[in-house]
């Protein structure tokens, strides 16, 4: 299937792409449960995300025994493909199904690669947990959307790039959680956190424990903001002043209700220089947890084109 041309930042109301966001959103967390069944533990849960590929999502190589797997979401000819280094390989249709349909199959395609693999069958941080293999709600398949959502995504994921290229401390790569269905980029200061406090619904504490075990300043874009998603960054523990630190474009604000940042997507899509108004917005609210939480920005910034002259 040919790529979908509208604009280098895709228009995606989330009103009418609600459903198959919903359905791919329980498509990625089996996915990703699969990766967490076999790679060993990274950092804050780093070792179970996804990666923007130059076709869709993949989990990156997994290990397996003596060799490793891989598994991708390839939005432009929209097939589940599950690719092993013995060069075995399997795909699945992504069309219209139930969850518990691309669960079945899925799981058997892995079978039928001899890897043995056992999740915890039921998705984590959304409200309505029914376990995977009964889930006859969650239907839905757009590939027209779906396809738009991940150019957004490559779009998100270049410029989060480009941001996290200033920092030389602690980072995590830019990458796409499928718990809370967002990517995201998170530095973090060197310094120990306060056991978090909160949750997500169906999902253990402990699992945010290890997620906000460092002081952080953490930005990305979620799908679900807004008219058409929104980008934003918070910090954690949130330092004093936070809230009120000016941030640029005019068009972010703080929102009390989500204890963040946010910069609607739209707000980004019309600028006259997109890339220019996410950038503003990433650095000044990293400046705002940085500057109030007392980081050692020295030791932690530096020029991604310092040795440009050399290249």
Known sequence: MAVISDGVWPRLRVADWTETRDTLHMWTQIVGKIRLAHAPLVNHWWQVTFYVSPRGLTTSAIPYRSGVFDIEFDFLDHQLRIRGSDGAHRSVALEPRPVADFYRETMRALSELGIETKIQASPNEVELAIPFD?????????????????????QANRALGEFRSYFV????????????????CTRFSGRAAPPYPGSAPNCGDWVMVEGYSRELSSCGFWPGGGEEGAFYSYAYPEPGGFAGHPVTPADAFYSSDFSQFLLPYEAVRTAADPDRALAGFLHTTYEAAAEHGGWDRAALEEDPNRWRRYR
């Open 134 to 154: 009964e889930d006859q709600r969650h239907t839905s398949y757009d590939p027209r959307a779906a396809q738009l959502f991940w150019r957004q995504l490559l």
């Open 169 to 184: 401390g602690k980072v995590s790569p830019v990458h796409f959680f499928w718990g809370g269905m967002d990517m995201a």
